[in-house]
């Protein structure tokens, strides 16, 4: 299996449609739910996109199954969800790697999280915000972007 292109974190409903169209567009793309139960389930379902699809029974497994530089999407709830993920994300993420965050977050939930990763200059991650409330194309659209900007 190839090494996926983008990796997804939140396998709910949103997350799970979107790695879904990920894949079959083509795009190899690791996924990951705090419920390790949640991730096999989806892999077992995702019929033919199986092949384009790695399953990550921990954040550690889910970067390591994305070339660099990494961009891993968040689809948690907003607030201390998001939060979590992003904080254990730092540790394990390289200059470079991108975390974008596709969840529901409020103007003073970016700016907060844009600040404290901006001011860590170690560890130099770049961050985005794209919601869900656009058609899901514009939201591929998008996310599709921000890969074409990290491979080049």
């Not at 969840?103 to 700016?111: K, P, Q």
């Not at 915000?129 to 599709?144: F, G, H, K, M, R």
Request: charged letters at 25%; one cysteine or more.
């Amino acid at each position: 299996m190839a090494q996926a292109e983008i990796g997804l974190i939140g396998l709910g409903v949103m997350g799970a449609n979107l790695a879904l169209n990920i894949a079959e567009k083509g795009f190899p793309v690791a996924v990951y739910n705090r419920t390790a139960e949640t991730t096999v389930r989806f892999h077992a379902e995702a019929g033919t996109l199986q092949s384009r699809i790695t399953p990550c029974p921990s954040l550690e497994d889910l970067v390591k199954a994305i070339r660099p530089p990494r961009p891993i999407i968040i689809m948690v709830k907003a607030g201390e969800a998001v939060d979590e993920q992003i904080v254990q994300l730092r540790a394990l993420m390289s200059e470079g790697d991108i975390i974008i965050d596709a969840g529901n977050a409020t103007r003073d939930d970016f700016d907060r999280v844009w600040a404290e990763l901006r001011d860590d200059i170690a560890a130099a991650i770049e961050f985005a915000e794209a919601s869900p409330l656009p058609a899901p194309e514009q939201l591929l659209a998008d996310v599709y972007t921000l890969m074409a900007e990290a491979t080049s």
